[in-house]
């Protein structure tokens, strides 16, 4: 994460940093309050991501700046769909004491940070990207 000190501007990082910080809570608080059962998402976000992984791969290859826009919006759709899946698997886990709550917090502190990180990353590069 140090690398993006020297690669972005300063301004850069907090506007991606604060946007991300609010975003973030608010899908995490849509997805704990929401009475919606999740749980099919789960696939349809695994595979897109899957999906968007392989594209980023391609686009390597490629190198198309429309594709690598594309990408952007789409994998952050992506995680922002991951947050509140994420969010409310958590509470119907939580709710059905199945598992014991300290595994269950560390398990989900994990996934939830890989989320923020991924929001934060894109954001970035779209921020970044306006700015050039």
Do not use: P
């Not at 991300?20 to 897109?48: C, E, P, Q, R």
């Not at 014991?100 to 590069?125: G, P, T, W």
């Amino acid at each position: 994460m140090a690398v993006i000190f020297a690669i972005f501007d300063l301004t850069t990082i907090y506007y991606a940093f604060f946007t991300t910080a609010l975003l973030f809570g608010s899908l995490a608080l849509y997805g704990h309050i929401t009475k919606k059962d999740m749980t099919k998402f789960g696939t349809i976000f695994s595979v897109a991501l899957i999906v968007g992984i392989v594209v980023s791969i391609i686009n390597l290859f490629l190198r198309s700046s429309m594709v690598n826009i594309v990408l952007d919006w789409v994998i952050l759709l992506i995680f922002c769909g991951l947050t509140i899946y994420d969010m409310n698997k958590l509470k119907q886990m939580q709710s059905t004491m199945e598992y014991e709550d300290e595994k269950l917090y560390v398990y989900f502190a994990m996934e939830l940070y890989l989320d923020f990180i991924n929001i934060f990353l894109r954001l970035l590069s779209i921020i970044a990207r306006r700015r050039d």
